[in-house]
């Protein structure tokens, strides 16, 4: 029978994440070697996946960070199950870890992401070496990238919410994150009323013609109430429209050209883990 070191066992630790008896089995059915320990683990990582399928994993840690030259965004959510998982101090530095590589090599898609490595160690494989260790079901659920002129991102205390907003060009680093500011604390559903999905406005029209009519107003006087009631939607829900939480008595497109007359919102993007 081959015989299992501590030693051993504290490197397929380090390699994986795993608990030490959990290593220690691996090795010893893997017969000391680490390949297929390796493989082992992550089997059962697969395993504790299929077993936790019907689990939400509405935890985790959610990322906004740029480039160097302001110019590159990335908004990540790493889910797991639990908030203890999610505060765990490696948990937040592995998001980040994944953030960084991500701005480094630019993939247009969660699988993509996972294909690139960390030190060597595809991004893949990592997520089901912590699933594994951890036994919570965990996965990268939402990433996103973004260029432009400028990106300027804002992650919420508590890593549940974050976003990123992109301008035609730059302007004042506070204005930037203030406006990132809005976009996490009033979550639009576009830049500006031409952004609206027509569907959406379909739906706002027909709920405010639906109101009115239960308020006993006249079928003739429907469509004028619901296309008020949909402007008052654009003022609530569009990110230049809305009023500036900083300052009332402007919206916050005035606001952005206050600061820097030409520029423009050309897009943002926004995650959150708060229902």
Do not use: W
């Not at 390949?35 to 959610?62: L, P, T, Y």
């Not at 060597?120 to 260790?133: E, N, P, T």
């Not at 996103?144 to 992109?166: F, L, R, S």
């Not at 027509?198 to 706002?204: A, G, N």
């Amino acid at each position: 029978m081959t015989q299992i070191s501590a030693a051993d066992i504290s490197k397929l630790r380090k390699l994986t994440g795993a608990g030490m008896m959990d290593c220690k089995n691996a090795l010893t059915e893997a017969e000391g070697d680490f390949d297929k320990a390796i493989e082992i683990i992550r089997k059962k990582g697969q395993a504790v996946a299929m077993k936790r399928a019907d689990r939400e994993a509405s935890e985790g840690c959610v990322l906004a960070r740029i480039s160097e030259d302001h110019k590159t965004g990335v908004v990540l959510a790493f889910n797991c199950e639990t908030d203890f998982v999610a505060k765990n101090e490696d948990f937040v530095a592995t998001t980040e870890s994944f953030i960084k590589v991500a701005l480094e090599h630019k993939p247009k898609s969660i699988d993509e992401l996972k294909a690139l490595s960390v030190n060597g160690v595809k991004i893949a494989d990592m997520v089901m070496d912590k699933l594994a260790a951890i036994g919570e079901k965990i996965d990268i659920g939402y990433y996103q990238i973004m260029e432009a002129e400028m990106v300027v991102p804002y992650t919420h205390t508590g890593n549940k919410i974050a976003c990123m907003v992109a301008f035609s060009k730059a302007i004042p680093e506070q204005a930037g994150k203030d406006i990132a500011m809005q976009i996490a604390a009033m979550n639009p559903v576009s830049v500006d009323k031409s952004d609206v999905p027509q569907s959406v406005i379909d739906k706002e029209i027909e709920i405010g013609k639906e109101q009115a009519r239960q308020e006993g107003k006249p079928e003739e006087m429907l469509e004028k109430i619901a296309m008020g009631k949909l402007n008052k939607f654009y003022k609530e829900s569009t990110l230049l429209n809305q009023e500036f939480i900083k300052d009332n008595k402007m919206t916050v497109g005035q606001y952005l050209s206050s600061v820097e007359k030409d520029a423009k919102v050309v897009a943002f993007r926004r995650c959150s883990l708060i229902l």
